[in-house]
């Protein structure tokens, strides 16, 4: 029973508490999901409940993991408990009854992208016209539907029939035909179709109800309708259900996460015992104190404040850095420190920190790049949670891949992954006999495809495609010296139809895989800023250089990066909370919809009460995103923290009064909408390119003057059409490729 000594008495009294509906409500760090895995094995080892008739469900795979694991800690292994995500409570339901709906037990699990090639198929059927509706569309008002339980014979009656809602009638019935037909589900059915399974089938119902004497609900402030519908079927009879949550917490609106099921569980479970845990475990009264300034800002929460005994801790140090990069060194140098152990005692209470013990926490994916090269240049291991390393993303991989090739076309294996991404008609068995062939002739792939005879025996389509992408680096391959890099990779990705690929599929995902490449751009200018005459053979070797850092091998003990949203429920020592800064966090999207502002300030406040010991916040005065720089203000997240709880060591009045300054001058008095951003550099990129092929229109005569994008003014001196020779005003003299050279006319002598 120690297990239970060691709970206050609330958490005590909510562990022992195993009759009845049981909401524990209360703030972040106070114990809940302990709380919740000390109930359970109070159950199993003092109560004599079989771990079979135990439910409890969360939401991601970790959060399922470790409590599982920390169950087992206490009572040993225990295979037939359900400790488990929403999604795979719901899929094994499924595989013992789908056949109530009509479905074989061996149905597949569609994926999003199974989601999207069947949508896509469907439209080709129904000839609908993709460009002007994706397929994204398509599945957004699909899952829209599914999540609000509006079948596809009940949509018109419940939106209309204007044109657009006809169409998304008949793609939504075709696409539940084509699942139906296909024997598959996809992630919304597993949830709906597990609650459909127990409406529906008296004895499937039954039989849960049965096994399930005890059910339990971690994070259940982010349920939506459908797991609240499974979690009130499963529990309306024994109602031994317990639902742990913390409105404060709620970060899944966006997603369908109704906030209203934890306010009303006191109406929908009549005479629940409602626990409310107000000390705080975790973190330091500074964090505390910090954590509450800002959730107080939101006028829609039920009033509650945590305490703890560790009254005062560090204050929290706010770093406003010149530039991201200045930012992630600044996090780098303070991991450093920290782990050294030249810390002063106050800063580390306890000595010997490991890597393990510091989080980056950041409000989206983009923002990992600057600091895993800063953490790569010192040397410190790191880990991304919940996402790739960016230079292990595909697209990233793909286009460094298409730069290979432009350094060195012999570069089977870059070409053999970009060869048909995009979708150049050269499937798997044709790119087999073209390397055959190539190993036949010994020569590269790339020589290969430059026979005109090897072309011509491929379809029209392929044969198109092969001319357009083999000119397209043997233009670049013969210019690279004349061209910036970041020029070359606008034409890379523009003139390879990758650009257009992402733009086309028009997903979420499509999205910030787009965000990602001009992120990219950041990269190579970042580069060219330090060393304008740096070779994209130089810059190549560099990138190699960040990308095979392997940090892989002592994961263990290794600083971790992940987005705030995957942070819910974790903790760590260290917390570093960057790009504290107007448009990013809050991000400018929160102010689209009504809730946003304060959804993003309860995310600020779950990452704020992720930390123990020490936080750190930062931002940048300046950040460039996507190849722009801008000047940035500070988050107002930072403005609502008491700022007698933020370091005072100078740095955010001297900052404050260094912005001041730029204030007067360059300061914007908007700052920039990232999503602006982001389309102004989609913009600029095909502008830049558009300006490239430009040159091919122009008739350079002897005595034009141009502008060259990396060499400056110059003097044409011939040209014949396809080669144009310029003499630069440092007297240098350069023969351009038309339709490649970044050369614009200006007028003449
Ligand atoms: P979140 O809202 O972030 O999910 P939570 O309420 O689920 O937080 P836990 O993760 O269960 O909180 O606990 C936070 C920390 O406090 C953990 O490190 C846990 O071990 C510790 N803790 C919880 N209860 C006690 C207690 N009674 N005595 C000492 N430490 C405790
Ligand atoms: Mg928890």
Not at 503 to 520: A, G, K, P, V
Request: one cysteine or more.
């Amino acid at each position: 029973m120690d297990y239970l000594n060691k709970l206050n008495d609330k958490q005590r009294e909510a562990a022992m508490h195993t009759e009845g509906p049981l909401l524990i409500l209360a703030g972040a760090g106070s114990g809940k999901t302990s709380t919740m895995t000390c109930r359970i094995a109070y159950m199993i080892r003092e109560l004599g409940i079989s771990p079979y008739n135990i439910l409890a469900v969360t939401f991601t795979n970790k959060a399922a993991k470790e409590m599982k694991d920390r169950v087992e800690e206490l009572i040993g292994e225990s295979p037939n408990m359900w400790i488990l995500t929403f999604h795979s409570a719901c899929l094994r339901i499924l595989r013992s009854h789908a056949d109530v709906l009509g479905y074989g037990r061996d149905f597949a699990v569609y994926d999003p992208t199974d989601q999207k090639t069947l949508v896509r198929n469907i439209c080709k059927d129904l000839q609908i016209d993709t460009k002007k509706f994706s397929h994204a569309y398509f599945l957004g008002a699909i899952s829209k539907c599914k999540e609000d339980r509006i079948s596809p014979e009940e949509y018109p009656r419940e939106y209309g029939t204007d044109y657009r809602e006809q169409m998304i009638h008949k793609v939504y019935q075709a696409y539940e035909a084509a699942l139906k037909k296909n024997n598959a589900m996809d992630f919304d059915d597993l949830l709906l179709n597990a609650v459909k399974v127990l409406e529906q089938d008296g004895a499937a119902l039954r039989k849960y109800r049965n096994r399930f004497h005890y059910i339990m609900v971690d994070e259940y402030q982010d349920t939506n309708q459908i797991q609240y519908a499974f979690v009130r079927l499963l529990a309306e009879e024994h109602r031994n259900i317990c639902v742990v949550g913390d409105d404060d917490q709620c970060i899944y609106q966006w997603r369908g996460a109704d906030i209203r099921n934890i306010l009303e569980f006191e109406k929908d479970f009549p005479g629940a015992k409602v626990v409310k845990l107000e000390q705080n475990y975790r973190s330091t009264g500074t964090i505390l104190d910090a954590a509450h300034s800002v959730i107080s800002h939101n006028a829609s929460r039920k009033a509650k404040k945590l305490w703890t005994e560790d009254a005062g801790g560090s204050p929290i140090t706010y770093y406003r850095a010149e530039d991201e990069r200045d930012e992630a060194s600044y996090v780098a140098s303070e991991i450093s420190r920290l782990t050294e152990g030249s810390y002063t005692l106050e800063e580390g209470r306890k000595a010997g920190r490991r890597y393990k013990d510091f989080a980056i926490l950041y409000r989206t994916n983009a923002q990992s790049r600057t600091f895993e090269e800063a953490l790569s240049r010192r040397g410190i291991p790191y880990q991304v949670l919940g996402g790739l390393r960016y230079y292990d993303r595909k697209e990233v991989k793909d286009i460094v891949c298409y730069m290979r090739l432009v350094q060195n076309r012999a570069d089977d294996l870059a070409l053999i992954r970009v060869i048909n991404e995009p979708k150049r008609g050269i499937g798997g068995k044709t790119l087999e006999k073209l390397q055959t062939l190539a190993r036949v002739r010994g020569e590269s792939l790339f020589d290969t495809l430059l026979d005109e005879d090897v072309v011509a025996s491929l379809s029209a389509k392929a044969g198109k495609g092969i001319r357009e992408l083999t000119d397209l680096i043997g233009g670049l391959y013969r210019e690279q010296a004349n061209m910036r890099i970041s020029d070359i990779y606008d034409r890379l990705l523009v003139g390879s139809g990758y650009m257009k690929m992402l733009e086309d599929q028009n997903t979420i995902e499509s999205e910030s895989r787009i965000e990602n490449l001009m992120e990219f751009k950041s990269v190579i200018i970042d580069f060219e800023e330090d060393d304008a005459n740096m070779t994209l053979a130089e810059f190549m070797e560099r990138i190699a250089l960040l990308a095979d850092v392997d940090n892989h091998d002592s994961e263990e003990n290794a600083v971790v990066l992940m987005t705030l949203h995957s942070a819910k429920g974790l903790e760590f020592p260290f917390v570093f909370m960057p790009g504290m800064e107007d448009g990013l966090f809050p991000g400018w999207r929160a102010f689209d919809r009504p809730d946003g502002l304060e959804e993003e300030r309860r995310l600020c406040y779950v990452g704020i009460t992720r930390a123990k010991e020490r936080l750190w916040m930062t931002g940048a005065e300046q950040r460039m995103l996507y190849g722009k720089t801008d000047y940035t203000r500070e988050s107002q997240f930072m403005r609502e923290i008491d700022p007698k709880l933020i370091s005072g060591d100078g740095v955010m009045q001297k900052k404050r009064s260094n912005a001041e300054g730029l204030r007067s001058g360059m300061w914007r008095s908007e700052p920039v909408r990232p999503f602006d951003q982001l389309k102004y550099a989609r913009q600029q990129t095909k502008q830049n390119v558009a300006a490239m092929q430009a040159s091919a229109e122009a008739d350079f005569a002897p005595g034009d003057v141009v502008t060259h994008r990396k060499f400056g003014e110059g003097e044409v001196l011939s040209s014949d059409g396809k080669i144009v020779r310029v003499r630069f005003a440092d007297g240098s003299e350069k023969k351009l490729a038309i339709g490649f050279a970044p050369l614009e006319k200006r007028g003449r002598i």
